[in-house]
C-alpha cells in the first residue's frame, strides 16, 4: 500500500477534514519507519518497499498520534474526572525488522 491508500484509509478511518494534517502525521509516521528499518540511510526504491511493507505500521501510528490529540511527553493524562494512559510510541514500531550491512 502507498502513501496515497494510506491516506485515503485514514480520511475514511477518521471522518478528519483537515487533510493538511493527515499528510503531516503520515509523513512523520514513513519518517519513524524509514529510521527504523534503515538506520545508516535508505534509497528510493527501499523507502517505497517499507512503506508499503509496514503501511499498518503506519495507519497505526497515525491513529495514535491522531488520537492523542497534541498531547505530548505525556503516559496519561487526567482531566474533569476522565482519564486516559497511552501506550508507549515506541511499541507501535516493535515489528520493523532493521536492515544493515556489512563493511
Known sequence: MDKNKIFENLK???SEKDEELIWLLIDLACQNV???RYPFGYTEKQELVA????SNVVFRAV????EKGG???HASLSENGTSRS???EDKL???IVPVCGVL
Open 63 to 66: 491513529v495514535y498520534a491522531y
Open 86 to 88: 497511552f501506550i508507549d
Open 51 to 54: 512503506i508499503s511493507q509496514y
Open 71 to 73: 498531547i505530548t511527553s
Open 12 to 14: 475514511m478511518y477518521l
Open 34 to 36: 524509514l529510521n527504523r
Open 93 to 95: 514500531y516493535t515489528e
